[in-house]
RNA sequence: CGAGGUGAACAGGCGAUCGCGUGGCUUCGGAAGAGCCAUGAGGAAAGUCCGGGCACCGCAGAGCAAGGGUGCCGGCUAACGGCCGGCGGAGGCGACUCCAGGGAGAGUGCAACAGAAAUAAACCGCCCGGAUCCCCAGCGGGAGCCAGGUAAGGAUGGAAAGGCGAGGCAAGAGCUCACCCGCGGGACUGGUAACUUUUCCGCGCUGUAAACCCCACCCGGUGCAAGAUGCAGGAGGUACGUCGGCUGCUCGUCGCAAUCCUCCGGGAUCGCUGGAGCCAUCCGGUAACGGAUGGCCUGGAUAGAUGAUCGCCCAGAACAGAACCCGGCUUAUGGUCACGCUCGCAUU
RNA sequence: GUGGGUAUAGCGUAGUUGGUUAACGCGUCAGAUUGUGGCUCUGAAGAUCGUGGGUUCGAGUCCCACUACUCACC
């Protein structure tokens, strides 16, 4: 995932966190604003784990968004990760991803990764 | 075989597909993009407990105070509160391990409870003497009182004025003597030294300095968000003093103004990684370490780069992620190996 | 990155220069009162003083290391 697609600046974040819309699952939390451009950020608190941890939730994640880079409408994401995220699976992960995007519908029309 | 002790290296490997940071090359007029190659977290990267480098401030620089730290001896080191080797003490059957280990003979403080008494002592006891009273024919005996002597004995305590024996005494006492114990000093043996061997003299002194303190030595402050250079912007200030110049005081010194000074906050580049560096051999040294020669280049991110999936080996395996860089310490943690190290059991 | 603070009964807090039994309030339990409950009164239980070492005759207190939480500044 190219560094073109962060979300960066911590105002960024904030603005997100005011405007966007959320949806939520067991390990995970997505916030989407509508915009211009599209950017993605992760947030992942010391909750969560030691740095290890932490790095490993974020890499994972980061990974999972990627396939969908190209078929998803332009805006800025934010995905939290809740505490129990450090135990989740590789696969459980993709899966939530996925859930969520759709329930943001934020899926381009006819073009759906499967 | 079991239980230990010490030391050492390693930190899953290989292959395939997709993906990421940095550097180089190619493509291209240039940028972007693409392709290829190389490289890409640790032994503790951690905690931030110490020591430095580096940077800025103070700055010709200096002194004092305050505050903090260290504390057997010798060596190593850039330095250290670290390491090595000794000494002394403590623990363990032992291999071995651990120790803030200067000064209580400079002064002050504290030592609850218990106990007669807690740093110094006469409550009981023991003993001499005095007057009074009682018993007795008398010798004499007894009772409490007064004035002294005495630390041998007395339920305590962490600690009770060295221990034991003999002499001595009215009763006693290192009061005296022999032996032993401890402390201080002198000489001597060995050692660079701490210390130690032997001996002589003096003394018998409570403990506590991780209580204040004394002595010796060390420490200026702030930290890469340091700081430097560009870019764009906002707010305020007004003249020799009662000003300002990153800690207190004293001296010293500098500045005196709008093209300046102070403050605020945004973004970019540099700082940014080749260094007290790593590996091998030889030499010196008990060792820590030092020297010589040869070889090697080994992260530099900036919301923060190492992941996902599969296969094989395999017991699917711990603690854990660089953020300016080094030297230590401490803590967390996986299995492995070595020992001509120890103890126990069994067998020969 | 740098520098502080806190940890004591289930909860919130005391604990003065080290000294015997660690104090208080709320809560809990038992009893009394009441037809029953509350209020009230009486009594009781409940603490490895965050963890592990050390100094000391003796540590909640002093020293060292660690753990967790928390605050401030840039």
Known sequence: MERQYRLK????FQ???????????????????RGRELKVGFSVSKKVGN??????????????FRPYLGDVKTGLYVIVARPSAAKATFQSLQKDVR?????QDALKEGNRAE
């Open 99 to 103: 859930y969520l995007l759709k329930k």
């Open 15 to 33: 603005y997100v966190y005011r405007r966007g819309h959320s949806a939520a699952c067991r390990d995970l939390v997505m916030l989407f604003a």
């Open 9 to 12: 600046k911590n105002r960024a």
């Open 51 to 64: 740095a290890v941890i932490r790095n490993k939730v974020k890499r994972r994640l980061r990974e999972c």
